[in-house]
């Protein structure tokens, strides 16, 4: 009865600690979103981002996974013959792992402190792949642990399936990221189109420098998009016309 109470609350705050986990890298996608936002916007939305990361880590993912590893050990001394088995040995692997990307969350919510609202120094497209780490060990333990003995009689199926899920989930953030960057990239011709054709009919004073501006943004698209070198080309004939 007790180990069966155990384990209950083990899954639970396994449930806790994952959902912790999932949306705090979430957070930092949000805040690495913020880059191309106008600096009062950008501003307010770190530091909320920063906040919301701080409290995720400290009252939910932390304690739900402390738990859930207490929980763990204790269902270890209650049957030691687990540590007699295969396919828990792969599982503690796996939570090496775990230790690892928890870890590496935890060194960004540090660093996301200590920062002060400026650039995370990280590539957008890696954060979001570094989004789905936990969703692989969370695919990986669950099997093992349902599967049992299964997991290390049918291992080169499993694994291929595995490497299939990977490369689609992969492939579907990349996708998804190109899509948005493209999205980004016809925006900013648009805006550009729109603020020409506001030149040719009524020049202020002002235009110059908005225009400017306007294309030191598109510039700093170039990571995003082949626009770049038509915004730098434009940029250099405005500047020696006006």
């Known amino acids: 009865m007790l180990y069966t109470v155990i384990k209950a609350l083990h899954i639970i705050f396994m449930v806790s600690y994952f959902a912790g986990i999932f949306y705090l890298v979430r957070i930092f996608v949000y805040y690495k979103d913020t880059d191309e936002f106008p600096e009062e916007k950008k501003k307010i939305l770190r530091e909320q981002y920063t906040f919301m990361a701080r409290r995720l880590w400290n009252i939910i993912t932390v304690p739900a996974g402390i738990i859930m590893a207490v929980c763990g050990l ?15 040995h792969m599982k503690l692997t796996f939570l090496i792992g775990l230790a690892a990307y928890h870890y590496w969350c935890w060194k960004k919510v540090l660093q996301l402190k200590n ?7 990280i590539a957008n497209i890696k954060l979001r792949q570094a989004n789905e780490i936990a969703t692989f060990i969370l695919f990986l333990v669950v099997f093992t642990v349902i599967l049992k003995s299964m997991v290390i009689e049918y291992w080169w199926q499993l694994i291929t399936g595995f490497f299939v899920l990977v490369f689609l989930i992969m492939m579907t953030v990349k996708l998804v990221n190109k899509n948005k960057k493209t999205n980004n990239c016809g925006a900013g011709a648009c805006i550009l189109t729109c603020s020409l054709l506001h030149f040719t009919k ?10 400017l501006e306007l294309l030191r ?26």
């Open 115 to 121: 920062i002060n609202g400026n650039i995370l120094p």
């Open 217 to 242: 943004k598109l510039e700093r698209m170039g990571d995003y998009c082949s626009f770049q070198s038509d915004c730098h080309s434009f940029s250099v004939l405005f500047r020696q016309r006006f």
């Open 74 to 88: 204790v269902m270890i001394f209650l049957n030691p013959g687990l540590m007699k088995m295969g396919w828990f």
């Open 202 to 211: 009524n020049y202020d004073c002002n235009f110059k420098e908005r225009t």
